[in-house]
Nanobody, 120 residues
């Protein structure tokens, strides 16, 4: 079981950028980013596997980039061109096996979340 700790959230104006980090206690096959805005369901939007294969949903494709540093057991999310609708609590999650996709039901290990706010 992986322990995950996110950081890097904050408040940024629309059009700005943020970089989130997630440090894992152990290496895993797959890691992903999710977010949850008030009143909405949790949304998975990016995943990356041990072979560096990445998946994105259309909501973030072209604006967000998922990456990892295996030596640091760290996952990153570079967020550019932020919009008010990106405001949410952002979570990283880990999974020890295939498949690797940003689907909530696939993940058992979660971080505590980091808040991203983009004022409208």
């Amino acid at each position: 079981q992986a322990r995950l700790v996110e950081s890097g959230g904050g408040s940024v104006q629309a059009g700005g950028s943020l970089r989130l980090s997630c440090v894992a206690s152990v290496s895993t096959y797959c890691m992903a980013w999710f977010r949850k805005a008030p009143g909405t369901d949790i949304e998975g939007f990016a995943s990356i596997d041990k072979f560096d294969l990445k998946n994105y949903t259309d909501s973030v494709k072209g604006r967000f980039t998922i990456s990892k540093d295996d030596a640091k057991s760290s996952l990153y999310l570079q967020m550019n061109s932020l919009k008010a609708e990106d405001t949410a609590m952002y979570y990283c999650a880990a999974r020890g096996q295939r498949p690797c996709r940003p689907l909530e039901v696939d993940f058992l290990d979660w971080g505590q979340g980091t808040q991203v706010t983009v004022p409208s």
